[in-house]
């Protein structure tokens, strides 16, 4: 391997993770794929799983020779590997979070909506969620509650930015996910592969989590929204049920992020 040792953030060699924010990353190389960055031994690792390509690895000095380290850049060929002092590498990041490595890679191509919707029974929609850290908390919920895949809405936010996939503990890469084409109706899109689509939305007709009408479909599609407006009026008109998480002592409800993991959990799991 190629290692390379930084002695400022100003050398154009890290242009890649100090030059660009992330949706520029992402548009790098248009039309070709663009480029993410991970952090942490275990999201790095579970991107090699996924098959994704790295371009370069940046990695704290002092850990350059510890044994996880080693077994990710040995995983991942030959790229080049730049070394600097924790103190420089927390000047990138703004804070102590990388456990000492960030990696660049090319971004995987994103599988089609109808390929995913055609193979999985058990899936999750995220309707213009916009918060990283929510993103990063739901999928981590969707992997561990045996959800098969993930559709986003375009108004989301990227589920490999380096908050999101570092807040999911590397599952954005464990489990199928793609954006709905803009312009496709997302209730119309599901119900054309005969999923029943369960809306979890604050309305007057909302039936429990529990009900057991909800888990008698055969294929389920769960859909959340964003933070503050929810799900839209016309994915909540369009679907075959409105669903809630009953509440106690004057809460309405729960952050989305925490609503996916009691949802999934009974919709799914149990």
């Given amino acids: 391997m190629n290692i390379i040792p ?14 660009y924010n992330e949706p520029q990353l992402l548009h790098i190389n248009e039309p070709a794929p663009g480029v993410f960055i991970a952090e942490t031994p275990m999201v790095i690792e579970r991107a090699l799983e996924a098959g994704a390509k790295p371009l370069s690895f940046f990695v704290e000095d002092k850990n350059l020779e510890r044994d996880d380290i080693q077994n990710l850049l040995k995983r991942a060929g030959e790229p080049d590997v ?9 000047d990138i990041t703004g804070f102590n979070l990388t456990r000492g490595v960030l990696a660049a890679f090319l971004r995987p191509p994103l599988p ?5 919707l055609s193979s999985c029974k058990n899936i999750v929609v995220l309707e213009d969620i916009v918060n990283p850290t929510n993103i990063g908390a739901i999928f981590r919920s969707a992997a561990a509650l045996s959800a098969q895949c993930v559709l986003l809405t375009s ?8 908050r999101a996939a570092r807040v999911s503990m590397g599952t954005v890469f464990q489990i199928p996910w793609t954006y709905i084409h803009d312009g496709t109706d997302t209730v ?3 119900h054309s592969h005969d999923f029943t689509v369960i809306s979890m939305a604050l309305t007057e007709d909302a039936i429990p989590i529990n009900d057991p009408v909800l888990k008698s479909a055969r294929k389920r599609a769960v859909i959340f929204g964003s933070e503050g407006a929810g799900l839209c009026d016309k ?6 049920h409105v669903a809630i998480i009953p509440m106690h002592n004057n809460v309405d ?8 993991a009691v949802a999934l959990y009974e919709l799914f799991s149990k």
């Fill in 6 to 19: 930084i002695e400022s953030l100003s050398d154009e060699r890290l242009s890649l993770y100090i030059g």
């Fill in 82 to 90: 730049f070394t600097a002092p924790l103190d420089v590498i927390n």
């Fill in 112 to 116: 089609d909506p109808d390929d995913l």
């Fill in 155 to 162: 108004g989301s936010s990227d589920p490999y930015y380096r």
């Fill in 188 to 190: 119309d899109l599901l």
């Fill in 235 to 240: 994915t909540l008109s369009k679907s075959d």
């Fill in 253 to 260: 409800s729960l952050n989305v992020a925490a609503s996916s």
